[in-house]
């Protein structure tokens, strides 16, 4: 992989395979492979469904772009795990045991199996989401960090974390809007997927 290639952002990257330059897209490749691995792996938990989610996941990447269909946003890293989220949701709705549907004349299937496919979506979403909230939170500052452990993690009210940090309610609830402020940033600067 050439230095000029490496330096280019994903936009330019994608222009270029466009283009007829397949190395761009061995670069971005290269630049998100092991983030997207990461993400897949952490949430199937097995290394064959996770190589094939990979995979899907970049044939469809390469479909879209081939296809014209791929809007340039400034943000193909989230539309990657997007794709990779939506394949890991199929591949849970693939293989989960369909749910015990009472022998009731008045139980409705449809709603029974749409209660079950959402929940194993939610799941996914929310073990993910939690994940990745845990390592922002490791960023922010110590004071920050203090106040969003305590409010969300020991179900404190802002009265208690007032005391417990010795500060004011007014200074506990911005160092929440502050924490909440920059989780968001953090969540961007480093690339880090959060499902809302």
């Not at 994608?14 to 897949?40: H, P, W």
């Not at 469904?49 to 390469?62: G, N, R």
């Not at 081939?66 to 990779?84: C, P, Q, T």
């Not at 020991?154 to 609830?173: C, E, P, Q």
């Amino acid at each position: 992989m050439d230095t000029a290639t490496c330096q280019l952002n994903d936009n330019e990257l994608i222009m270029g395979y466009v283009n007829g330059d397949y190395s761009c897209f061995e670069t971005l490749l290269a630049r998100y492979q092991s983030k997207v691995y990461g993400y897949i792996i952490s949430v199937v938990k097995d290394k064959d469904v996770a190589d094939d989610i990979f995979q899907d996941t970049f044939f469809k990447v390469v479909y879209t772009i081939n296809s014209g269909l791929y809007r340039d946003e400034n943000k193909f890293i989230h539309w990657v795990m997007r794709i990779a989220h939506n394949l890991i949701v199929d591949y849970f709705r693939r293989t989960s045991k369909m749910p015990f549907v009472p022998n009731k004349p008045d139980c409705d299937v449809v709603e029974t199996l749409r209660v079950h496919d959402d929940n194993a979506e939610q799941a996914i979403m929310r073990q993910q989401t939690r994940q990745n909230i845990r390592k922002l939170i490791k960023m922010l500052p110590p004071e920050q960090r203090r106040v969003v452990i305590l409010r969300h993690y020991g179900k404190y009210d802002f009265k208690d974390i007032a005391a417990k940090t010795g500060v004011s309610i007014n200074t506990a609830l911005g160092r929440m809007r502050y924490a909440i402020i920059n989780l968001r940033r953090l969540a961007r600067e480093n690339n880090i997927y959060i499902e809302l």
